[in-house]
C-alpha cells in the first residue's frame, strides 16, 4: 500500500518552481481533504482508486500541464475561481493591480471598466471588496465570457455585469471612474512563451505585437473616450515594460503616471489619470 508520506516524497519527480505544493494539491484533491491531512495523517495509506487518481494527475503534471487547469480551480484574492484552458490562470502578480486599484480615492459608487477579465479574477476581486462599486467586465472570448459569469454567480456578486466586447468595441457606456485591464504584454519572440504554465494558455491572452505593447497603446489611446475627467487607468504589464508604458501614458494627456511594484519586488502595475 502507498501512504500520503510516500505521495509527497514524489515531489522531487517534478520539475516545478513548486513541487512539493503541486503535490500536496493534487493528493488534497484525490484524497477530499485540506493539506493540513497530509501532514496529520502521514502514514494514512491510499485506496486503490486514490491511488490510480493521484497517479493519473501526478503524471499530467509532470508532463507540464497546470495544477489550476488539473483541479479546475485557483484562488485569487481569496475567492475560489474556476478556470479552464479558455483563460490566463489568475497569478499572485496580479492581486497588486487590485491592491491599487483599492486604494484610490474614488466615489463610494464608482463605475469600473475590466477589460480583457479572462477569469473574471480582477472584476470579482474588486466587486467583493467594493459592493457599492459598480463593474462591467468584458472580454472578447466567448468561452471567457462564460467561465467570469459562471464564477461571480458562484460568488453571489450582484454588482459584477459580464459582457462579450472586443475592448472597447461593446461598451456602449461611458464615465468609468477606473479602467483596469491586464492585457496580453508578451512579445512572441519571448523564450518563456515555451515554459512552464504558458505553453497551455490561448497565447491570444499572452502575445501583443510591437514588443508587446500594442494592446496597451490601444487601451491607452481609447480609454480617454471612456474615463471621466479625473478617472484612473491601471494597467498590469511586464517587469521591463514599467517606462514605456509610463511613457505612453504621459504622450497620451495622463497625469499623476507612476508604476508599481509586486511582492517580488518587479514593476508590475502603471497608473495614471486622465484630465
Known amino acids: 500500500m502507498t501512504s500520503i508520506r510516500e505521495c509527497l516524497q514524489r515531489a522531487d ?3 516545478s518552481d513548486s513541487a512539493r505544493l503541486d503535490v500536496e ?4 484533491r484525490v484524497l477530499d481533504k485540506g493539506r493540513t491531512y497530509l501532514y496529520t495523517w502521514p502514514d494514512q495509506a491510499l485506496s486503490d482508486s486514490q491511488l490510480e487518481a493521484f497517479e493519473s494527475l501526478f503524471k499530467q503534471r509532470r508532463q507540464g500541464r497546470p495544477v489550476a487547469h488539473l483541479l479546475g480551480e485557483r484562488e485569487f484574492w481569496g475567492l475560489d475561481l474556476s478556470v479552464d484552458a479558455s483563460t490566463l490562470i489568475p497569478r499572485a502578480d496580479t492581486e497588486t493591480l487590485v491592491e491599487v ?8 459608487n464608482a463605475s469600473v471598466l475590466d477589460l480583457g477579465t479572462g477569469t473574471g479574477a480582477i472584476a470579482l476581486a474588486l466587486a467583493s471588496e ?10 472578447r472570448s466567448e468561452d471567457a465570457v462564460a467561465l467570469a459569469e459562471g464564477n461571480r454567480r458562484k460568488l453571489g456578486l450582484e454588482n459584477v455585469a459580464v ?3 472586443d475592448w472597447f468595441q461593446s461598451v456602449d457606456a461611458s464615465g468609468f471612474h477606473i479602467i483596469v485591464s491586464n492585457p496580453p504584454y508578451i512579445d512572441a519572440a519571448d523564450p518563456h512563451l515555451q515554459q512552464g504554465d504558458v505553453r497551455f494558455e490561448p497565447l491570444t491572452a499572452l502575445v501583443a505585437e510591437d514588443q508587446g505593447l500594442a494592446d496597451i497603446q490601444h487601451i491607452i489611446d481609447s480609454s480617454r473616450e471612456y474615463l471621466i475627467k479625473e478617472g484612473w487607468l491601471l494597467l498590469e504589464h511586464g517587469y521591463r515594460q514599467a517606462q514605456a508604458v509610463r511613457e505612453l501614458m504621459l504622450q497620451a494627456g495622463y497625469d499623476s503616471v507612476r508604476t508599481r511594484q509586486d511582492l517580488g519586488g518587479n514593476d508590475r502595475v502603471t497608473l495614471g489619470k486622465y484630465l
Open 13 to 15: 519527480e517534478l520539475d
Open 25 to 28: 494539491l493534487l493528493l488534497a
Open 101 to 108: 486599484t483599492l486604494e484610490l480615492e474614488v466615489p463610494e
Open 130 to 139: 467594493k459592493r457599492q462599486w459598480q463593474l462591467l467586465a468584458v472580454d
Open 163 to 165: 459582457r462579450q466586447s
